[in-house]
């Protein structure tokens, strides 16, 4: 056997003392560092990664989500964690960096070298930034390496039932319509997907209710429980389990077709908003001139961690759907998604920050 088929077996079969040693060494690592460990593997690698993985077995890919813990963003990668590891070969961190609406965590991302060891997964706040904001730090296109847009995710119109006695759209509108402006809704940031969806509803709808802000979807959703906010808009994944113990109330989720994952809520468009029609996405993207090669092996362990049996389950019941892209088509869509979100912006007159 020669040499360099020996490191590729060391690579693919380490030894129990080598994995020990090396899992030592990430531990302590990551316990200096206060990231949170989503996926761990030590397994065979595709035959493009052989040559990488023998001279850097032990380093982490670092996932840079510019959005706070909970959201459905980050429910949506770490419910992947685990399998998008093995199919990198890599053990994976994900780091949560938000703030500013996501331009906080994408200016590390675009900051990092190319070398395929920084990726992040970004929603439509990624192409929305040039719309609201006088200075954007990087451009959303030319800085990025489109990879992947994986799936989309449904939004869901939720309130706080102690605070809004509705149980559908016309009761809803009938309470904001009699107190204008009495009322708030919240959103993790201005100009975010999740707030341009709420000022859209109250645009259809015809009512009125003053915007909070927040730093982020995890101190939204506890403020919403709360009874600080009233209501919001929200990736249904995000709030599941809060919809089901009755700490919030779905009124409608903003796509064309109810979600599988959650039938029983009708869509804002059959309730009387035939105009409505929002929905998350998701991509995977990496530093500008990430080279062609690692393009492509992150594309294709990206498209098979997706499409693992575990994951597609876990994306069914969060409501998700998944259909990667190519890189090629990753980057016409985004280009097409500026364009898109520039109008939607000035029609929901946000200002800009």
Not at 146 to 153: D, L, M
Not at 164 to 174: H, K, S
Not at 224 to 230: E, K, R, T
Not at 245 to 259: D, E, K, P
């Amino acid at each position: 056997m020669s040499r360099a088929q020996q490191a590729a077996e060391r690579v693919c079969h380490p030894s129990p003392n080598s994995v020990s040693a090396a899992r030592r060494r990430i531990l302590s690592a990551l316990g200096s560092s206060g990231v949170l460990l989503a996926a761990g593997t030590w397994l065979a690698l595709p035959r493009t990664a052989l040559a990488q993985a023998a001279t850097a077995p032990d380093r982490l890919i670092r996932i840079i989500l510019p959005v706070g813990a909970g959201s459905g963003v980050d429910t949506i990668v770490r419910s992947a964690g685990a399998s998008l590891g093995k199919e990198l070969g890599h053990t994976v961190v994900i780091e949560n960096q938000p703030g500013a609406g996501g331009i906080v965590g994408t200016s590390t991302l675009v900051r990092s070298a190319p070398d395929g060891f920084t990726l992040s997964v970004v929603s439509n706040n990624h192409v929305i930034y040039p719309s609201v904001y006088k200075s954007v730090p990087f451009d959303p296109v030319a800085d990025i390496t489109p990879i992947s847009v994986i799936g989309a995710t449904p939004l869901v119109l939720v309130i706080n039932p102690n605070k809004l006695p509705a149980t559908n759209l016309r009761e809803l509108v009938a309470l904001l319509k009699a107190r204008p402006d009495q009322y708030n809704y919240a959103s993790p940031g201005n100009g975010t997907i999740l707030h341009l969806a709420a000022q859209m509803f109250l645009e259809e709808a015809q009512v009125k209710a003053r915007h909070i802000p927040y730093k982020g979807v995890g101190p939204m959703v506890t403020d919403l429980i709360g009874g600080q906010v009233d209501l919001g808009v929200l990736a249904l994944p995000s709030v599941q389990a809060h919809l089901k113990s009755g700490a919030l109330r779905a009124i409608g989720v903003g796509g064309t077709t109810r979600s599988p994952a959650a039938p029983d809520i009708p869509t804002l468009a059959e309730q009387g908003l035939p105009n409505y029609q929002m929905e998350g996405w998701f991509a995977a993207i990496g530093p500008a001139r990430l080279p062609a090669a690692d393009l492509r092996r992150i594309h294709a362990a990206v498209v098979a961690a997706y499409a693992s049996p575990e994951v597609r389950e876990a994306m069914a019941k969060q409501g998700n759907t998944i259909n990667p892209t190519t890189p090629e088509a990753a980057a016409q869509y985004f280009h097409s998604e500026l364009a898109k979100y520039a109008q939607l912006v000035k029609k929901a007159g946000v200002e800009l920050q």
